[in-house]
């Protein structure tokens, strides 16, 4: 009997063994892992930080399109607007 899926590579326990014996846990795993973790932080700041910048420079850009926009309504309707409230104030008072 072959025992092919799983992590032992397709050996099987021989019977009346029990399970494989827990390594000892010593301090060093913790220093491991916190030192991956913290690099791993490290990153994600470093990716977040990068993802900021990028919106705060697309929301500048939009808020300078925003202002640009008002701009050029403004232009027009001062050249639309303005003309035609001088039309009205020319026909109603200065007959």
Do not use: H
Request: positive net charge; hydrophobic residues 40%.
């Amino acid at each position: 009997m072959n025992y092919t899926s799983g992590g032992n590579k397709g050996v099987v326990p021989e019977r009346g063994k029990g399970p494989a014996p827990v390594p000892k846990i010593t301090g060093k795993e913790d220093i491991v892992n916190k030192i991956n973790n913290d690099k791993l932080d490290y990153k994600f700041d470093k990716l977040c930080n990068k993802i900021d910048f990028k919106f705060d420079l697309l929301i500048s850009k939009i808020d300078n399109q925003i202002k640009l926009l008002w701009w050029i309504i403004g232009l027009l309707t001062s050249g639309i607007v303005l003309p035609a409230i001088a039309y009205f104030v020319k026909t109603i008072f200065l007959k």
